[in-house]
């Protein structure tokens, strides 16, 4: 079931061109908001001001390489790996849906661009799990792991605007799923329930980028390369260095910590990051 | 003046709300960020502040410490056993790093001998001292401590 292109089928009631067409727009939709996005609100002129600032409390200069090697711990550590995560349940469920999604949107197009009939069964297969793994990190997030639900006892059902890109892609999912799989079984009503729903949804998800936190996948990296920055070149935002209290040099900067706590001071565990927050 | 949080940076984990001993910080329920309810009753203790693991939260010192709107930002660090302060002057021309070692004790090592201690006397039960006062705010030696009183002078660098 999962092996078959359930976009073939549906050449058969509309064109692949204007199914393709559906696309492009989507596709135009998504980069459009986030500009627009980008120019109201003002974030890139904001970042760039910041980089400004930033550059009076610079201790080094960074070379081309340095740059490089911080893209390139972005891409690995930061997007890949949601590095930035403290919560270890928060941070598989967003990669679960990170990259399903990605699987999702990358088999989307393969399956109606590239092989407008039958697709070869894993390209399918990999629509069909990109679905499920936004679908089970999405759930998990959506009943468990939402912080108000979880920390400031909100209803599960309550619903804000924020919820726009959440409830969205958790729909242009399910429903995408389940229309493949009606269509699989050959049943005609809930066929065409289920991708009025599909489509509807991922209109929404794809067009409201503008309301919803969509273009967070676009700012996230730039923020995460931001704060890489300013590590390296020691601008820092004005926080303290990194000391080591165990280094020759902090110790003869600051001689009160030998004196008081030995050269080798002892490891004093975890405080607050001992237990994970949960007592309010 | 009281805490603020930097939205972009919070990512609404909640450390900061556990330890407030103010309860005024929040997760928002519409953003999922942190956010101070009620910003006079902020104590600018700076406990949030280290506890963020984000340094999301900021908050200007108390004016007898941070002039002038002097920025100041601490960073506590459990794995380097580190709290360090960085105050810069609002001209920009003087930035203090401060440097303390974390001295909590390790969890579970120093746990107090309460039945050690002699049961308080009838007396101390109707005194309206606390467990252990005068001695431990140390007036029964006479005057009130300063640092001057105690050999002590402020320096910069680590300070106790
Ligand atoms: S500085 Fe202290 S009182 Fe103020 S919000 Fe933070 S933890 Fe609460
Ligand atoms: S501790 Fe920091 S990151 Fe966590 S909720 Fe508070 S402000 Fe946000």
Redesign the interface.
């Known amino acids: 079931m999962f092996a078959s292109n359930p976009f073939a089928a549906l050449t058969e009631t509309i064109s692949a061109e204007m199914i393709q067409g559906y696309v492009i727009l989507m596709a135009i939709l998504v980069v459009g908001m986030t500009i627009y996005d980008m120019i109201h609100k003002k974030s890139a002129k904001y970042f760039f001001a910041k980089a400004k600032q930033a550059e ?1 409390n610079r201790v080094r200069e960074l070379g081309a390489g340095d740059k490089i090697g911080i893209a390139v711990k972005v891409a690995t550590v930061d997007v890949a790996t949601a590095g ?4 270890p349940m ?1 941070r598989i469920s967003h990669m679960l849906m990170m990259w399903g999604f990605i699987l999702f949107i990358v088999s989307t197009v393969a399956l109606t661009f590239a092989y407008t009939g039958e697709a070869p069964a894993i390209v399918a297969q990999l629509w069909h799990l990109g679905a499920i793994m936004v679908m089970v990190g999405g759930y998990w997030f959506w009943f468990f792991i ?3 639900v979880s ?2 006892a ?1 209803s599960l059902f ?1 619903i ?3 919820d726009l890109f959440i409830l969205s892609l958790l729909g242009t999912t399910t429903f995408g799923l389940l229309w493949s799989i009606m269509q699989s079984k050959g049943d005609a009503m809930w066929t065409t329930i289920f991708l009025a729903l599909f489509i509807i949804s991922a209109t929404f998800l794809f067009g409201g980028v503008l309301w919803s936190k969509f273009a967070h996948m676009f700012f996230k990296p730039a ?1 995460a390369f931001n704060k890489r920055v300013i590590k390296a070149d020691g601008s820092r ?9 165990t280094s020759s040099e ?1 110790q003869k ?5 030998p004196e ?2 030995g050269t080798n ?10 237990e994970k ?4 | 003046m009281p805490t603020f949080v930097y939205m972009t940076r919070c990512d609404g984990c909640g450390h900061c709300v556990d330890i407030c001993p103010s309860d005024i910080m929040h997760i928002d329920t519409t953003y999922r960020r942190a956010y101070n309810i009620e910003p006079n009753m902020c104590w600018e203790c700076y406990s949030c502040v280290k506890a963020c693991p984000q340094n999301a939260i900021d908050v200007r010192g108390y004016a007898d410490f941070a002039p002038l709107g002097h920025s100041v930002r601490a960073v506590r660090d459990e794995e380097k056993g580190v709290i360090a302060w960085r105050i810069k002057f609002r001209n920009g021309k003087k930035d203090l790093s401060l440097l303390a070692p974390i001295t909590t004790k390790p969890w579970g090592k120093y746990i107090p001998q309460l039945r050690d201690v002699p049961a308080p006397t009838q007396e101390q039960r109707d005194s309206q001292y606390l467990y252990n006062e005068p001695k431990y705010i140390r007036m029964d030696d006479g005057g009130i401590h300063t640092l001057e009183t105690n050999g002590l002078k402020i320096v910069e660098g680590v300070q106790y």
């Open positions: 009076a930035e995560f403290c919560n928060r939402r912080v108000d920390a400031e909100v309550r804000v605007q924020a923020a935002e004005n926080l303290p260095e990194d000391f080591d209290l902090i900067r600051y001689p009160d910590i008081y706590m001071p002892s490891y004093m565990g975890l405080g607050i990051k001992r927050p949960k007592h309010y």
